[in-house]
């Protein structure tokens, strides 16, 4: 069994409500129509299998597996971020929820991405130290 730590789990449980939230904004782009539906329609897929794939991968895998998703992590939320930043879009999954949003889409976007890629940076660190730890108990 897959060893476990709180902040593995709670950046899978990100990414898995991520996916959740892109899964019924996909239901919400298939009644749309325009020219870029199809477009946004598969790019939206794309998302959600990203967010699914790191979610299982660290819930399910083994610590290798699990550095290298959260190596990719690292680099996917500080692109996420840049974007954020860079763009501040106002249309996003959030429009979903937005009734119950009181500041802007981007604000939300902007704080679950730092929180994602703290988790990210401290889960590899851990899985680094845990390595290091083991491999040096076979050398000695």
Request: with cysteine.
């Amino acid at each position: 069994m897959p060893e476990r730590n709180a902040t593995v789990i709670t950046l899978a449980l990100i990414n898995l409500s991520c996916a959740a939230l892109h899964a019924a904004f996909q239901v919400n782009l298939l009644s749309e129509t325009g020219r870029y539906r199809g477009f946004l329609l598969t790019e939206n897929m794309v998302v959600i299998f990203i967010f699914a794939y790191f979610a299982i991968t660290l819930l399910f895998s083994t610590a290798l597996q699990k550095r290298s998703v959260l190596l990719m992590s690292i680099f996917f939320w500080a692109s996420f971020l840049l974007f954020v930043v860079s763009i501040q879009p106002t249309i996003t999954t959030l429009t979903l929820v937005e009734y119950f949003l009181f500041l802007p889409q981007s604000y939300y976007l902007f704080f679950t991405g730092c929180i994602a890629l703290a988790l990210s940076f401290t889960g590899y660190r851990q899985i680094q130290r845990q390595a290091e730890h083991a491999a040096s108990g076979i050398l000695s």
